[in-house]
């Protein structure tokens, strides 16, 4: 198993332009998270979803966009930059609610210029 | 809302001693998770410990442990013997057990040195 892959691990962007991150879990897990890590902030839920087609809005997610059309992906989309965005984005799953162990994929590093 | 509250922004230890870590944590619920994460510089996310809230016993894992208590909302890490591989941000979390609530939140984080 590959557990949770995050694509791309590292990216550029100017402010104004678009983006999508993709997460993938090969573990059959029905809940998926993106969450964002800024310093001396800790991770901040943006977006998660509890199950295929489901999608849910966290603690900080304007500016962001999400869908789960297949249960084992979860993308993250930036519709216009901000440098505000700038940040480490981690994706999670979890089983489900009596297993709930989150795993946690690699970390995309996103700079908005 | 629930909060998640770290004090402490950093702290160091001798190699081969012990150093406990604190959090705080502020619900109205009476079930919940409680998590602690170890964020190495490769940045990955390991989970250390985790605990029910429902249960009185507090967990262990290895040289990890916790002291859990609920009444006065505090969730500390106990690391024995510590080890070079044990310095990291370690975070605290907690998680709700209630259908429609399956989030965590997490503190700010400690930063852990170990002094060799």
């Known amino acids: 198993n590959a557990g949770v892959t995050q694509t791309p691990k590292f990216r550029v962007l100017k402010t104004g332009q678009s983006m999508t991150l993709l997460c993938a879990q090969d573990m059959n897990h029905e809940y998926m998270y993106w969450y964002r890590q800024d310093p001396g902030m800790g991770l901040r839920l943006i977006h998660y979803?509890?199950?295929?087609?489901?999608?849910a809005k966290g603690e900080v997610p304007d500016g962001y966009n999400v869908s789960r059309l297949k249960k084992q992906n979860f993308l993250l989309g930036l519709e216009s930059a901000a440098p505000s965005q700038t940040s480490v984005y981690f994706c999670?799953?979890?089983?489900?609610?009596?297993?709930?162990?989150?795993?946690f994929g690699p970390g995309t590093r996103l700079t908005v210029l | 809302a629930q909060t998640v509250t770290q004090s402490q922004p950093e702290m160091s230890v001798q190699e081969a001693e012990t150093v406990t870590l604190s959090c705080t944590y502020d619900t109205s619920e009476s079930d919940y998770y409680l998590f602690w994460y170890k964020q190495p510089p490769s940045r990955q996310m390991i989970l250390v410990i985790r605990?029910?809230?429902?249960?009185?016993q507090n967990a262990t894992e290895n040289r990890f442990s916790v002291n859990f208590q609920k009444a006065a909302k505090s969730f500390s890490l106990k690391i024995s013997d510590s080890q070079l591989g044990d310095a990291a941000m370690y975070f605290c979390?907690?998680?709700?057990?209630?259908?429609?609530?399956?989030?965590?939140?997490f503190g700010t984080g400690t930063r852990l040195t170990i002094i060799p």
């Open positions: 979803s509890v199950g295929e087609g489901t999608t």
């Open positions: 605990q029910e809230a429902y249960k009185q």
């Open positions: 999670a799953s979890i089983e489900d609610r009596v297993y709930n162990e989150q795993f």
């Open positions: 979390a907690y998680r709700s057990a209630y259908f429609g609530n399956e989030k965590l939140t």
